[in-house]
């Protein structure tokens, strides 16, 4: 009851000191200034990150001080938590000043490693349900390290519209936390609760239309975290990493599919653009809360989805995938046919 009592007093206090940073003109220094390739029109601070992450890492060290201790004396653990706190630190700064695309990206796959080679989390092997065992040999650290950079990377490309990230992260988070605690694993259950709390403060204030964005600051980090901590789900045995592929899958699909059609027309992948699906359906009309509804949706189907995935035998695994794999190809015919429908009205109009 303590433990969950702190987790509530998390949420509360990432909800007070958004309030704070918004409100507080000296505070919240970094803004994020719409341009043509914003879905804002007026500058809103982009430091809700330091709600959250601050929230949730004093959450954490209230928890070791009331909890069992050795819970957290893992070394996943102390490296998951370092490179977080790495990212924070590196991801402020670029908020408030700018920094290199080479130079976050060498810090991200220096944070990516230490997680890999640091706390010996790795994915070896991949589940093919109804279809064997695909083992990755000696290329699985290099492998995993460069899929805990992109998730980094996506959960970033994907927090460009109100209330999305902030929402995701409620749901992702919150579903890890429960898969973690039912598992018997206590401390990832712990840090994906206090990420989802904390996160839910500041969300009350990121619905559209936002009061204050979490930046890169928020966005860098949570991404680094979703991954690190399904690396250590997945190295406990309490699933294989198709589960926190269909957690995430909302952002995993979108980020991907646009990076793969931006990076094949000969474009530079790491400009901001307004590509994702959910930019091209809010520019083709769409509200912005109808479009994070939908985005919503998706985020409780396939986080359900993941949930049934667990304890599914090998057979309803295979169709639940092959099921998703076909969801998201209608869901890109989907948009395409929208923006086409919108092309049309806007001519018939002129």
Same mark, same amino acid.
């Given at each position: 009851m303590l433990m969950l009592g702190i987790v509530v007093g998390v949420g509360i206090l990432s909800f007070g000191a958004t309030k704070l940073l918004y409100s507080t003109v000296s505070l919240s220094g970094a803004r994020d200034h719409p341009n043509e390739r914003s879905l804002h029109s007026l500058p809103v601070p982009r430091t809700g990150g330091v709600a959250i992450l601050g929230s949730a890492m004093l959450g954490g060290l209230m928890l070791m001080a009331v909890g069992p201790a050795d819970v957290w004396r893992t070394p996943s653990t102390g490296w998951i938590c370092g490179m977080t706190l790495l990212l924070v !630190?590196?991801?402020?700064? &670029? &908020?408030?000043? %700018?920094? #290199?695309?080479?130079l976050r990206l060498s810090v991200q796959m220096l944070a990516a490693a230490g997680v890999v080679w640091g706390g010996s989390l790795q994915v070896s092997a991949v589940d093919i349900p +109804?279809?064997?065992?695909?083992?990755l040999g000696q290329g699985a650290p290099i492998v995993t390290a460069l899929l805990l950079a992109w998730m980094t990377n996506l959960y970033n490309f994907m927090d460009g519209m109100d209330g999305l990230a902030g929402g995701m992260t409620v749901v992702g988070?919150?579903? @890890? #936390?429960?898969? #973690?605690?039912?598992?018997?694993?206590?401390?990832? +259950?712990?840090? +994906?609760?206090?990420?989802? +709390?904390?996160? %839910?403060?500041?969300l009350y204030f990121n619905l559209p239309p936002a009061k204050i964005f979490m930046g890169d600051v928020g966005s860098v980090p949570l991404g680094f975290l979703a991954g690190s901590l399904a690396l250590k789900g997945i190295d406990a045995g309490l699933f294989d990493p198709w589960v926190p592929? @269909?957690?995430?899958?909302?952002?995993?699909?979108? #980020?991907?599919? !646009?990076?793969?059609?931006?990076?094949?027309?000969?474009?530079k992948v790491w400009r901001a653009h307004r590509e994702h699906w959910y930019q091209r359906l809010v520019l083709a009309g769409w509200s912005h809360r109808r479009t994070l509804w939908t985005e919503y949706a998706l985020m409780l189907a396939s986080g359900m989805s993941a949930v049934l995935y667990v304890h599914a035998t090998d057979l309803v695994r295979a169709e639940i995938l092959l099921g998703w794999s076909a969801i998201c190809v209608m869901l890109a015919w989907a948009v395409r046919v929208t923006e086409y429908r919108a092309h049309n009205r806007r001519r018939a109009s002129e």
């Open positions: !630190t590196l991801s402020f700064w &670029d &908020d408030r000043t %700018g920094l #290199s695309p080479g +109804a279809g064997g065992v695909l083992v988070f919150g579903i @890890l #936390s429960g898969l #973690s605690w039912i598992g018997g694993l206590q401390d990832l +259950a712990l840090m +994906a609760a206090l990420v989802a +709390a904390a996160t %839910g403060g500041f592929l @269909l957690i995430f899958l909302p952002f995993v699909i979108d #980020s991907t599919v !646009t990076f793969c059609r931006r990076l094949f027309r000969g474009e």
